[in-house]
């Protein structure tokens, strides 16, 4: 018998309210999240936003700035790179795994889930882009019988979310380019073909963390760039 899942409490509810906000560009990097403010607007206590917080500092979306409090971190590329490559193998695994485990249940529900993606496309949503990326990935997860390979990625989500973001906001183009590859990943899992479904995957996760890295290489040498040209004010 499937579990149900059990409702989020509130502390996940004001993570995943912040998280949201970051991935969408409405808290930029270095800005200040000041507890009472977080409260107000989301209409719960201090200790809700407290908890939620602590848990982003944890998994780096935040971090102390002095005198600041707490601020959202800048994207640490070297962290993205290093994330992607563990990524890469886990994901491969899983899609090996359910090949092997659920070829028949991805063929009676994959199309409904691929549905999704093509539905998040055609909206132009950003937010919808990316559950579906993860709605996808999730239902791999599950094929694969192995429920270590969801708790091992599952703190990084929220950072691969805000990755996500980062680049499809900018990009027109890639979020078909993702369903494509969503599209023949699936057919290898439904074929059973443990291999090619293994390969299809990792060279998915290593294709987007290229261009992932890049772009955010680029953003940072355009905004180091832009503070280097800056003029400098001279006292009189």
């Known amino acids: 018998m499937p579990q149900i899942p059990s409702p989020p409490t509130l502390v996940e509810q004001v993570v995943n309210a912040i998280v ?3 991935v969408e560009g ?7 999240l000041i507890q009472d403010e977080l409260a107000r607007a989301y209409g719960v206590s201090r200790q809700p936003v407290q908890q939620a917080l602590l848990l982003l500092r944890d998994r780096g979306m935040v971090k102390e700035a002095p005198g600041r409090g707490l601020i959202v971190s800048p994207l640490d590329v070297g962290f993205v790179r290093n994330l992607y490559e563990i990524r890469a193998m886990l994901d491969g695994l899983a899609a090996r795994l359910a090949a092997e485990r659920g070829a028949e249940r991805a063929r009676a529900e994959g199309p409904s889930v691929l549905d999704l993606g093509r539905a998040a496309v055609e909206s132009g949503s950003l937010s919808e882009q990316i559950e ?14 192995n429920s270590l390979i969801g708790e091992t990625t599952a703190p990084h989500w929220p950072y691969l979310r805000r990755v996500m973001g980062e680049v499809l906001r900018d990009d027109e183009q890639m979020p078909q380019s993702i369903l494509s590859e969503h599209v023949a990943i699936l057919g290898a899992i439904i074929a059973g073909d443990g291999p090619r479904a293994e390969t ?7 294709r987007a ?28």
């Open 20 to 22: 949201s906000e970051i």
């Open 26 to 32: 409405e808290l930029p990097a270095n800005s200040r």
């Open 132 to 145: 579906a990326d993860m709605r996808f990935h999730a239902f791999v997860n599950e094929l694969a019988g």
């Open 200 to 206: 299809l995957s990792r060279d998915h996760i290593s």
């Open 209 to 236: 963390a290229k261009i992932f890295v890049q772009r955010l290489e680029a953003k940072q040498e355009a905004s180091e760039k832009k503070l280097r040209d800056r003029p400098v004010r001279r006292i009189r």
